[in-house]
């Protein structure tokens, strides 16, 4: 079995994909690099290890959605599930850098999400997590198929204006925002009967409502 390591060497956002998506330069190596892998089936779950970083007071504002009260997050801040991606490594022997392309979300109900939306400055720390089937030559030359154990790993910091410009450029001064078909319905009903142009209007038409309302 080829006792394959992984590091991630850098990050930059794809600006002509059809959606949002970062592509995570990927390094696979051998130590045998007289061993020919013929192809990785390659899976990989990517960890945002929230724990690992500091937070000013304008992020812990925004992440108290996800980890309620500041004076509680040293029980409440985990690691939070990004994504599971695939990608397909072709034939190499020692060593071979190949792009990991992970599509990104701006749906404020995914964690992630509203994660990346609330940072500011630095970096995010990342983990990702390998899993697979690697093809790989015997010394006879016979093909061999085989797993790639649990404990591979590799961890990156991801900046965070990396996410931040990314969604500037496919989706400038907008956000989305996912509601339940009856409120949808709602707002689309008074939008109408008010004669209202766009929908920002109509939201900020009953914002100070809210707020007479809260007060």
């Known amino acids: 079995m080829p006792a394959l390591m992984f590091s991630v060497e850098n990050a930059q ?7 949002p998506t970062i592509a995570f330069r990927l390094q696979v190596a051998n130590p045998d690099s007289q061993q020919a892998i013929q192809s990785i089936a390659l899976r990989c779950q990517i960890l945002i290890e929230a724990a690992r970083r500091h937070y000013v007071a304008q992020e812990r504002d925004g992440l108290r959605d996800l980890f309620g009260e500041p004076d509680r997050w040293s029980q409440t801040v985990r690691s939070l599930l990004w994504t599971h991606v695939s990608a397909n490594v072709p034939a190499f022997s020692g060593a071979i850098a190949t792009d990991l392309a992970v599509p990104c979300t701006f749906d404020f109900n995914v964690a992630a999400a509203k994660y990346f939306h609330a940072l500011q400055d630095e970096d995010v720390p990342l983990c990702f997590q390998f899993s697979g089937t690697v093809f790989y030559a015997a010394a006879n030359g016979t ?13 990156f910091r991801l900046s965070a204006h990396i996410w931040r410009e990314m969604m500037d450029h496919y989706y400038p001064n907008s956000a989305w925002l996912r ?7 709602r707002l689309h009903g008074y939008k109408t009967r008010q004669g209202i142009a766009t929908w920002e ?8 409502i809210e707020k007479e309302a809260a007060s």
């Open 13 to 19: 956002a794809q600006p002509f994909a059809a959606a």
């Open 143 to 155: 093909l061999q198929i085989d797993q790639i154990g649990w404990d591979k790993e590799a961890r």
């Open 179 to 185: 509601l339940r078909r009856d409120a949808f319905d």
């Open 201 to 208: 209007e109509a939201i900020d038409s009953l914002l100070p």
